[in-house]
């Protein structure tokens, strides 16, 4: 079936640096959408941003991430970490059956 | 105004209890879903509906049972709780297809004793 896989369970960076956190994933579909939920503290996740189109840059909220379906990955990016971002980051996969299959998440802690 | 709601937000139960968690969407989506979150496994399905009247097994069914009686209502059901049932429980919505991002309520903390 298919899987997402996000290898860092925590990620901490310093204010101001730059940020990334990795998603790939397996699947046998070619018609594929990835999304990046965010989860603040003791609320529910919501939707960053989404693509369905390989080596599309998506930015939404200074985030971007590229599907790049070559290296089955979606990683997302910021380049000046702020405090607020500090969060939990799911990295799922829809690939039509309306479905979604998320990763285990990677909680993003933005030190001063 | 919220668009995805469950009730109740808390709830301590007993093991051996029944326990209904319910969820309400004014989304008019057609899909609906039951997840549970713990730390280290992140959001896992348990159940998941299509329509009125339809509901499917997720990754992680054993236990649970669902119930979708209209398009903006869908219950999850556990008959004998256990403790390993608790967690933090979402309901979301989504529209049908590809691309279409699903919308979660505030979640459910439950707790079985």
């Known amino acids: 079936g298919d899987s997402v896989t996000q290898t860092e369970g925590l990620v901490t960076v310093t204010e101001g640096l730059p940020v990334k956190l990795n998603c790939t994933y397996q699947t046998t579909y070619l018609t594929i959408a990835f999304f990046w939920y965010v989860q603040y503290l003791n609320e529910a996740p919501q939707v960053l941003l989404k693509s369905s189109t390989d080596n599309k840059r998506t930015e939404h909220q200074g985030f971007h991430a590229t599907l790049h379906k070559s290296s089955s990955s979606f990683h997302l990016q910021k380049s000046s970490a702020q405090l607020s971002d500090s969060a939990l980051y799911y990295c799922?996969?829809?690939?039509?059956?309306?479905?979604?299959?998320f990763g285990t998440g990677t909680r993003l802690q933005v030190l001063p | 105004e919220a668009a995805v709601t469950q009730s109740p937000r808390n709830k301590v139960a007993v093991t051996g209890g029944k326990v209904t968690l319910s969820c309400n969407q004014t989304n008019n989506h057609n899909n609906m879903y039951w997840y549970r979150q713990d730390t280290g496994h992140g959001l896992r399905l348990i159940h998941y509906s299509y329509g009125a009247g339809s509901t499917e097994k997720g990754d992680i069914p054993d236990g649970y049972k669902a119930s979708r009686p209209s398009q903006e209502n869908f219950s999850l059901i556990l008959e004998l709780a256990t403790p390993s049932q608790t967690s933090v429980y979402f309901c979301?919505?989504?529209?049908?297809?590809?691309?279409?991002?699903?919308?979660f309520g505030p979640g459910t903390r439950l707790t079985v004793l």
């Open positions: 979301a919505s989504g529209a049908s297809g590809l691309g279409y991002e699903q919308y």
């Open positions: 799922a996969l829809s690939e039509g059956t309306n479905k979604v299959v």
